[in-house]
């Protein structure tokens, strides 16, 4: 059983930054993939980037590729999404989710997830 935890969400100014982080409860951080996704209220869970193990493969959905930067620390158990020039559109609740060794897109496939943290982006 792995347990996530978020933090760094909050208020944040459009054209601001914000940096979220993710600890992971296991000894064995460094076999799972991690992804980040998002869910906006009345829509559904969207995922926006992922990360293995190693950091060598890293992928991003168009909406925030070039915005947002995802990376890990495995000595801390912990994985980040830098959020750059966030507009207000990306306001939502934000999730970490992971799942062994081969990462993917589908939330679906994720065995763990955090409780999210709530990002507001303010115009």
């Known amino acids: 059983q792995v347990q996530l935890v978020e933090s760094g969400g909050g208020l944040v100014q459009a054209g601001g930054s914000l940096s979220l982080s993710c600890a992971a409860s296991?000894?064995?951080?460094?076999?799972?993939?991690m992804g980040w996704f998002r869910q906006a209220p009345g829509k559904e869970r969207e995922f926006l980037a992922y990360?293995?193990?190693?950091?060598?493969?890293?992928y991003y959905t168009n909406a925030v590729k070039g915005r947002f930067t995802i990376s890990r620390y495995n000595a801390k158990n912990t994985v980040y999404l830098q959020m750059n020039s966030p507009n207000s559109e990306h306001t939502a609740v934000y999730y970490c989710?992971?799942?062994?060794?081969?990462?993917?897109?589908?939330?679906?496939?994720?065995?763990?997830w955090g409780q999210g943290t709530q990002v507001t982006v303010s115009s």
């Open positions: 296991t000894r064995t951080f460094s076999s799972y993939a």
């Open positions: 989710a992971a799942r062994p060794l081969r990462p993917t897109t589908d939330p679906g496939e994720y065995d763990y």
């Open positions: 990360i293995i193990w190693n950091a060598i493969t890293i």
